[in-house]
Structures are given as structure tokens and as C-alpha cells.
């Protein structure tokens, strides 16, 4: 079990909205740590998507985007395609385990 | 171009030991901590230990810890894994990043393409 935790799954027609969030405690990101998302494409290693809660690194489209409010976290995607087809994970530390700390991650399914 | 190329990876049997490494270049080494992320056949992303700039806190994941250590040398721009007492459930492909400081905790803005570790008899 992740000690953040998010939806196995979402899925959306291509130009859909899609959106998945992410869950956390009181000694993660009820505590206010900053929250990253990752993007795993089929085959290949993470990318980093967002980091600190809500800013897109350089060059990732604006059709990503991510809020938080307490202790969850959600990332949407609008304009769904075809190759946003990856995983997405988000990662922050938690101060009880002492490390970094990253969801089960989200599968995300274009129709 | 920051790049990062992880070796060490292979096949090893249960209870033996192994040494992963990661030769970074693109970057100032010496001034960005670094992190070990690991991904077993099929499940999600598991952190297993970073270490600061100068080689020193480092810090481990429960599973990992006792069994695992972290160092760098920053001469080289190389980041290792020492890895010993291997179980099953270390198998895994082994990721290094690069963490970006400007966030609490710092976010991983660089990774390797990851060397796969299998731990089986």
C-alpha cells in the first residue's frame, strides 16, 4: 500500500478532460510538503511533469495542469491525446517514514 | 545536456551482493543531491535512498536500509549503490535522478534510463 494514494485508473475519449488525484496524510502533504507529478510513458523512464503542487516544468504543454487543497493533490488533463496514453505518479516526503514517498500511480487510458 | 547512465545491473542470486553505478555528466555534480528510485516488474515507482551534495545525510527507504548504501564521487561525477543481502523482492529496474533543490522536497527533474537488477536462484 502507497502511503500517497491515487486511482489505479482513468480514462477519456481524445479531447476529453480527464482529471486524478492524489492522497495524502497528515505527515505528508497535510503536513504542507510540496507535491510533484511524473509522467511514464510505455517503456521508458519517468519524466517530471509538475513540481512544487502546481508548476509546469518548461516545455510541457498547458493542457497539464495541477491543484492541492490540504492533504490532496489532483492533476488534469484537458485536450486528452493519444500520446498522454502513459502512467502518472505523484511523489512528496513524509516526515513519520523519514523519505521521499511516491502513489501508486495512475494509468491513464485514451479511447 | 544533463545525462545520466546507470550500470551494474544483472542477474544475482538471493543473499549476494551487487554494485550499481550512475556516471552523470551535462551538470555541476557536485552541488545537486541525488536519488536512487526503483521499479519492480510491473508496479509503480518505490524511492529507495538519496544522499546530499557533499556525500553527506544520506537517507533510505525501510526496505532498503541495512542492506543498502549510498555514496558518490564527485571527482568522477559518480553515484553508486552498494547493494548486499539481495532478496526476491529487490528485483527491479534501478533508476538514478538528479533532484532539483528549489521545492521542499526537491522533485527528480532528470533521470536515467534505469539498469535492471534480478534476484532469483
Known amino acids: 500500500q502507497s502511503v500517497l494514494t491515487q486511482p489505479p485508473s482513468v480514462s477519456g475519449a481524445p479531447g476529453q478532460r480527464v482529471t486524478m488525484s492524489c492522497t495524502g496524510s497528515a505527515s505528508n502533504l497535510g503536513a504542507g510538503y510540496n507535491i510533484h507529478w511524473y509522467q511514464q510513458l510505455p517503456r521508458t523512464a519517468p519524466k517530471l511533469l509538475i513540481y512544487?503542487?502546481?508548476n509546469r516544468l518548461s516545455g510541457v504543454p498547458d493542457r497539464f495542469s495541477a491543484s492541492r487543497s490540504g492533504a490532496t493533490a489532483s492533476l488534469a488533463i484537458t485536450g486528452l491525446q493519444t500520446e498522454d496514453e502513459a502512467d502518472y505518479y505523484c511523489q512528496s516526503y513524509d516526515s513519520v517514514l523519514r523519505g521521499v514517498v511516491f502513489g501508486g500511480g495512475t494509468r491513464v487510458t485514451v479511447l | 545536456e544533463v545525462q545520466l547512465l546507470e550500470s551494474g545491473g544483472t542477474l544475482v542470486q538471493p543473499g549476494g551482493s551487487l554494485r550499481l553505478s550512475c556516471s552523470a555528466s551535462?551538470?555541476?555534480?557536485?552541488?545537486?543531491?541525488m536519488s536512487w528510485v526503483r521499479q519492480a516488474p510491473g508496479k509503480g515507482l518505490e524511492w529507495v535512498s538519496a544522499?546530499?551534495?557533499?556525500?553527506?545525510?544520506?537517507s533510505y527507504a525501510d526496505s532498503v536500509k541495512g542492506r543498502f548504501t549510498i555514496s558518490r564521487d564527485n571527482s568522477e561525477s559518480m553515484l553508486f549503490l552498494e547493494m548486499n543481502s539481495l532478496r526476491a523482492e529487490d528485483t527491479a529496474v534501478y533508476f538514478c535522478?538528479?533532484?532539483?533543490?528549489?521545492?521542499?522536497?526537491?522533485?527528480?527533474?532528470?533521470w536515467g534510463q534505469g539498469t535492471l537488477v534480478a534476484v532469483s536462484s
Open positions: 544522499i546530499g551534495s557533499s556525500g553527506g545525510d544520506p
Open positions: 512544487g503542487d502546481t
Open positions: 535522478a538528479k533532484e532539483n533543490a528549489n521545492t521542499n522536497p526537491g522533485n527528480l527533474n532528470y
Open positions: 551535462g551538470f555541476t555534480f557536485s552541488t545537486y543531491a
